[in-house]
């Protein structure tokens, strides 16, 4: 099944600054060959639900690797079979 | 990796009384053999995070098949390496 | 206008237990009369939306005061106008 | 307090395609006068606590006047007093 999601990994107990961890996210996804986007608060990912939670749980992994004991996640996503529509789609829709 | 999620499915486009869907969702969840509990919001799972997400693709497939064009899914997740901790034990350390 | 919402607070760079200021969350819920529920991954809130917002806020207030610098919120919340409708009526709409 | 949101407002039992209710909603966000941001999945706000939430809710009674029964909301936000931090800030840290 196919999912625009967005997606927000938030490092807990590391501190107040977390762009080091970001960027190993970041890496992460970009590695993972799926369509994504960095935003000011998370991450659009587009692609088959098992890839995207896939990616996300690599990520998770990852930081847990580096010393992060406790991560929070957000994921929100949609899903449609009435018609295609990536994540383009949805912005050129309220032009 | 195990994740306590908070899990938010929204059918879009069939009206603003959703419940006939929610309950579709509620027996697939507890067909999955996963520890679960609903909650006015939401429901919360427990679980390998790769089983979670095969249940919530699950619960989405089956809205699809009931006729639910889009779909509007919320999960929110923590894990955590440091120590085991159930849903039970997190509403525990607030007593 | 009347919202149930579903709240996560999450105070970043503290450790990774944070069930202290969880407690003084609730404390703050509990003090604005709003009717709540505290479940495993967060907290059910009811009340008009100015008044549970206020609220969210003075509860991130209290955690900067407590010497958390960062932190991370989730609300998600549904409003609807086509009928009353509590959070007791939502668990009720599934049996 | 200021903060830095990420909101996304989902129209429910109003068909599939909700373009028409998000272009209101941007419209009302515009208005504001605060400084956002559309992106695939949502709309980022940063300001004031107080005038973010006021924002949202003026877009949910929009809706609401517009016919649309029963929205669901999510926004999560960060909020920090260890720095001042806005968007942009958020994103060129990850350079």
């Known amino acids: 099944?196919?999912?625009i999601?967005?997606?927000?990994?938030v490092p807990m107990g590391v501190g107040a600054s977390v762009s080091r961890y970001i960027r190993e996210v970041r890496d992460i996804i970009d590695a993972s060959?799926?369509?994504y986007e960095m935003h000011p608060n998370g991450t659009n990912i587009e692609g088959e639900m098992a890839a995207v939670?896939?990616?996300?749980e690599a990520c998770c992994a990852k930081l847990h690797d580096m010393g992060v004991g406790r991560i929070f996640c957000t994921m929100s996503f949609s899903t449609r079979n009435d018609k295609h529509?990536?994540?383009a789609d949805k912005l050129a829709s309220l032009a």
């Open 1 to 3: 099944m196919k999912i």
């Open 5 to 9: 999601a967005d997606l927000c990994i």
């Open 33 to 35: 060959g799926l369509s």
């Open 53 to 56: 939670t896939a990616t996300v």
């Open 85 to 87: 529509q990536t994540m």
